[in-house]
C-alpha cells in the first residue's frame, strides 16, 4: 500500500509569514494528492489537491507544488493569519482504486 | 454542495453494546463510501470502504465482524460496532466520493465521538 510521510509535525510561524509542509510518498503510480485541513474536533476540509499530471497548483494564499521524480508534494501558505491555526494533513491516492493514505498530520499554529 | 452528515455526532454506551453510526451524502450519490477511525491528535486510519450493494472491503488488522458496514443506498452507509469495549472508543469519520464523475475527491462527515464506559 501507499505510505505517506509529512514533515514537520508542529509548526508555529508569525502572522504574515509564510508556512511549508513538505510529504513524500512511496508508491509511484499515486495518481491524486489532496491536502485537507482540520480544526480542533470538526472534519477535515479539503483546501486544495493536485493530480499526478500537474506541477503546481494555486488558490489566493494556498498553493501545492509537486515533484513526481522525487516523489514528494509541498502545501505552501502565504501570509498566514491567525484562522490559518489548524492541523492539515496531506494524502495520497494509488492509481488503481479511490483510497487515500494520510500523512500524520501537521499542528500549525499562527502567532498574532 | 457535496455535504456530508453523520449521526450521532456523539454516543456513550456501555461495554458488550451495539452503537450505529449513519453517514448520509446530503446533496449527492455516493457509490463509495469510506469509514475511518481517528485516535486524539493522530491522522486518519482507514477501516474500510463501503460499497453500494456489496460487500464493504476491510483495511488489513480491521475485524469485519466487529465493525459491521451496509450500504443499502447510494446515500447512507452505516457502521456498526459490534460490542463495543473501552478501547473502541475513538472519532470515527466517513467520507463519501460522488459516483457518476471521475473525481478523486472525497467528502468527509462531522465525525461521530464514541465513548465506551
Known amino acids: 500500500g501507499e505510505n505517506v510521510e509529512q514533515h514537520p509535525s508542529t509548526l508555529s510561524v508569525q502572522e504574515g509569514d509564510s508556512a511549508v509542509i513538505k510529504c513524500t510518498y512511496s508508491d509511484s503510480a499515486s495518481n491524486y494528492f489532496p491536502w485537507y485541513k482540520q480544526e480542533l474536533g470538526k472534519r477535515p476540509q479539503l483546501i486544495i489537491d493536485i493530480r499526478s499530471n500537474v506541477g503546481e497548483k494555486k488558490d489566493q494564499r494556498i498553493a501545492v507544488t509537486l515533484n513526481k521524480t522525487a516523489k514528494h508534494f509541498s502545501l505552501h501558505i502565504t501570509e498566514t493569519q491567525p484562522e490559518d491555526s489548524a492541523v492539515y494533513f496531506c494524502a495520497a491516492k494509488f492509481s488503481s482504486d479511490y483510497k487515500l493514505s494520510f500523512g500524520a498530520g501537521t499542528t500549525v499554529t499562527v502567532r498574532a | 454542495g457535496a455535504v456530508v452528515s453523520q449521526h450521532p455526532s456523539r454516543v456513550i454506551c456501555k461495554s458488550g453494546t451495539s452503537v450505529k453510526i449513519e453517514c448520509r451524502s446530503l446533496d449527492f450519490q455516493a457509490t463509495t463510501m469510506f469509514w475511518y477511525r481517528q485516535f486524539p491528535k493522530k491522522s486518519l486510519m482507514l477501516m474500510a470502504t463501503?460499497?453500494?450493494?456489496?460487500?464493504?472491503?476491510?483495511e488489513q488488522g480491521v475485524e469485519k465482524d466487529k465493525f459491521l458496514i451496509n450500504h443499502a443506498s447510494l446515500t447512507l452507509s452505516t457502521l456498526t460496532v459490534t460490542s463495543a469495549h473501552p478501547e473502541d472508543s475513538s472519532f470515527y469519520i466517513c467520507?463519501?466520493?460522488?459516483?457518476?464523475?471521475?473525481?478523486?475527491?472525497?467528502?468527509f462527515g462531522p465525525g461521530t465521538r464514541l465513548t465506551v464506559l
Open positions: 467520507s463519501a466520493r460522488p459516483s457518476g464523475t471521475t473525481t478523486d475527491t472525497q467528502y
Open positions: 463501503s460499497n453500494e450493494g456489496s460487500k464493504a472491503t476491510y
